[in-house]
């Protein structure tokens, strides 16, 4: 019975710790992908269009323009010249970006002010 008690608390403990590691590195890993993805395809989704239960608005609700996460993503966007020129193509204002998110099939989500 101890010999069980110690294998399953380390393999909780391992599995704590990288989903903790993943989920902190997950901004950075945004803005990496977003320099350079060349082209990458994206949907827009005004945060104002979302239900007032989401808890993507209650995520980015309180983000501002300004802030150090979201000119990061502006500073990635601006860098990768092929994505700049698609938002700038869809009438995408780059400075109303609040977040964004890389959906499962490799696409990325903007969320806008």
């Known amino acids: 019975m101890n010999r069980f008690t110690k294998i399953a608390s380390a393999s909780l403990f391992a599995a704590l710790s990288a989903a903790g590691y ?15 993805t ?14 007032h239960r989401s808890p993507i608005l209650a995520e980015y609700n309180d ?10 993503l502006h ?13 700038t193509a869809e009438n995408v204002e780059i400075g109303n970006i609040v977040g964004a998110e ?7 989500v903007f969320y806008l002010r």
């Open 102 to 108: 890389r959906a499962a099939d490799g696409s990325f």
């Open 38 to 51: 060349a082209n990458p395809a994206f949907n827009v989704v005004e945060l104002s269009s979302l239900g």
């Open 75 to 87: 500073a990635a966007i601006e860098s990768n010249r092929g994505l700049h020129r698609q938002l």
């Open 63 to 72: 983000v501002s323009p300004a802030s150090m996460s979201a000119r990061g």
């Open 22 to 36: 993943s989920h902190a590195a997950t901004p950075r890993t945004v803005d990496e992908a977003l320099r350079s």
